[in-house]
């Protein structure tokens, strides 16, 4: 750096003298760049933000992952874990799903469906391909896939996938969470004993709102267990080797819970165990977890647990039974949808996610008041889904009890847990009985690799829901 010395008489260079002028510019105006180019930079920055923001919507919403069917952890979290997914069987000439798809993907996120997409056609670890591995039909067009909770995976008939309210109605109800009621020993042990495991809610009169609201978080941490809700001031709970503790029971005003499950998959030994803290879902859902690894924390009998109809309310039954005879039947004909009828009263727009409350209810337009065009367009709408959902439904009833029909009794002796199922390969011996017993599930060209446990038939008992707060989309 050249040093220059100021002799006497000479002022010294002011900062301002001494600043270089960039080339082609006029002093301090802009740094040299022209309004023109100023502009171009703002335009830049804005869309970088954009881009960004873009993309964080991106991965905020909902979207499609790319699934690999020799990925084995992936194919068990999708089929096996009980996460409610919607999967798009893609081919050479459909590679991307259908706009139907991407419709029902805002409602049924907000139900925390996952979606994915797979070639069904690409093989699993244990060499069988996905659609022979879980009865899907290729040539059914578009093929689109209903996982979760535990059940084996169904397969969207064609008259839902037309469009996007029917994919929601048949996707919801297969996936949604549910708590039983079951009223007959017989649905008690479809419900609860024949499963895997199954948490029993025991209590006197109905179940107050915040309770109901820990319970349904429980489940969301173990779908694949049951959940059956057990008034004893209507049914009797008998638990074998917990017999003194469910007789107390039906004299407590609290809800009682306990954790039934089958020592292994070939055992008829039952074990019962009692959760003994307040209800808090977490507390609960640990409790579950520990009982579901730790066979000490039962207590074991060979006694099936099963209900009864109390003394109390036999002692007038007959009269009752006779008064209730038609509505009976009525309620075993809508039962028939898996709790249709709480459905309507608790979950309204359940199955949609998008309905509009506020547009009329049953037509009524607000007391006799002329709705307005919108208002009918609303409520034809709502009624439409409502029917859509019915009948979806009934259809997963139908399905269900298909399946059913032609398992054995001891069914459920397929499958270990899979909630924490790490390492096991689909197909493999470790998560399939070694007898097949559950061949029956699909045609025999299939030759299925075994069978997910069936852990839920969606049965005409009433199930208590919970009540959701949808948006209209």
């Known amino acids: 750096m050249v040093r220059r010395r100021v002799g006497k008489g000479q002022q010294q260079p002011s900062a301002a003298a001494r600043r270089p002028v960039a080339a082609g510019g006029h002093g301090g105006h802009g740094g040299g760049r022209s309004p023109a180019q100023v502009g171009m930079l703002l335009l830049a920055a804005v869309l970088g933000l954009a881009g960004v923001a873009g993309l964080v919507l991106y991965w905020m919403g909902p979207h499609v992952q790319l699934l690999d069917a020799s990925d084995q952890s992936q194919m068990q979290r999708v089929f096996l874990s009980g996460e409610p997914w919607m999967v798009y069987c893609s081919s050479k000439r459909a590679p991307e799903p259908p706009k139907e798809f991407t419709d029902a993907m805002k409602s049924l996120s907000k139900r925390g469906v996952s979606f994915g997409q797979l070639n069904c056609g690409s093989k699993l670890p244990s060499g069988k391909t996905v659609a022979s591995r879980f009865g899907i039909d290729l040539k059914s067009k578009p093929v689109i896939v209903a996982t979760g909770n535990g059940k084996k995976a169904k397969q969207v008939p064609r008259t839902y996938t037309k469009t996007g309210t029917g994919l929601i109605s048949f996707v919801d109800s297969f996936t949604r969470l549910r708590l039983y009621e079951p009223r007959t020993s017989q649905k008690f042990q479809e ?128 009269s009752r039974r006779q008064r209730r005879k038609q509505p009976s039947n009525d309620e075993d004909s809508s039962g028939s949808t898996g709790g249709t009828r709480a459905d309507s009263q608790q979950h309204p727009g359940t199955g949609s996610g998008d309905q509009d409350d506020s547009s009329g209810g049953d037509g009524g337009g607000g007391g006799g008041v002329p709705m307005t065009a919108e208002e009918r367009r609303r409520e034809r709408e709502r009624r439409r889904r409502e029917q859509m959902d019915r009948e979806a439904m009934e259809l997963i009833q139908e399905i269900d009890g298909d399946d059913e029909d032609e398992k054995d009794d001891d069914d459920d002796d397929v499958t270990a847990y899979v909630d924490d199922a790490e390492g096991v390969e689909l197909g493999e011996e470790s998560i399939v009985g070694d007898d097949d017993e559950d061949e029956g599930d699909y045609d025999e060209d299939h030759d299925v690799d075994g069978g997910v446990e069936e852990i839920d038939e969606e049965d005409d008992d009433d199930v208590v829901e919970l009540e959701e707060d949808d948006e209209e989309e």
Not at 195 to 220: F, N, Q, R, W
């Open 191 to 318: 419900q609860c004993t024949r499963k895997k495991a199954c948490v029993i809610v025991a209590h006197k009169g109905p179940l107050d709102t915040s309770t109901t609201t820990e319970l349904y978080k429980a489940m969301e941490q173990h779908r694949t267990v049951s959940f059956v809700s057990i008034d004893t001031s209507k049914s009797r709970l008998h638990l074998g080797v917990a017999e003194s503790r469910a007789a107390n029971i039906e004299k407590s005003e609290t809800p009682t819970i306990f954790v039934v499950r089958k020592r292994n998959a070939t055992s008829n030994k039952f074990g019962v165990s009692v959760y003994g803290g307040s209800i808090n879902a977490m507390q609960l859902a640990d409790h579950i977890h520990e009982v579901l690894e730790n066979d000490a924390l039962l207590k074991w009998s060979s006694v099936r647990p099963d209900i009864r109809s109390s003394s109390s309310s036999s002692s007038s039954s007959s």
